[in-house]
């Protein structure tokens, strides 16, 4: 299967347990790897049978603006199950960063993959 990936999707969100990251929405970096059959796109070049990109992203930012969660691990579930359903996707890896978790850090998170039946 071929994949579409998206690298580093900078989003704001607010998440955390604790009260001091109640208050200010946090950047998330997100790494999206997205099963998905390019060969009709490739064939026909046509951006119609193509997994657009630019609009995932655009919803996941979104998404993310509005949302509240404690956990990465809620945001992540919910998020693959978003795109599960509104861009048909039926594997999805998603890996989530979050820069300013823990002090002289790069940053922690989680990675999660989800399999869908097909739609």
């Not at 929405?25 to 046509?46: G, H, I, N, V, Y």
């Not at 992540?76 to 999805?92: G, K, M, N, W, Y």
Request: glycine share 2%; proline share 2%.
């Amino acid at each position: 299967m071929d994949q579409v990936y998206i690298q580093a999707l900078k989003v704001e969100t607010l998440i955390g347990v604790y009260e001091f990251e109640r208050s200010d929405r946090q950047t998330l970096l997100l790494d999206l790897e997205l099963d998905f059959d390019c060969r009709p796109a490739a064939e026909s070049d046509d951006i119609q049978l193509a997994l657009d990109y630019d609009a995932l992203s655009r919803r996941v930012r979104e998404w993310a603006l509005v949302q509240t969660f404690e956990l990465i691990e809620t945001f992540a579930e919910q998020l693959c199950q978003l795109l599960h359903e509104e861009f048909s996707l039926a594997r999805i890896q998603l890996v989530i960063n979050k820069p300013a978790a823990v002090a002289d850090c790069a940053a922690v998170g989680i990675k999660i993959i989800r399999e869908f039946g097909r739609n």
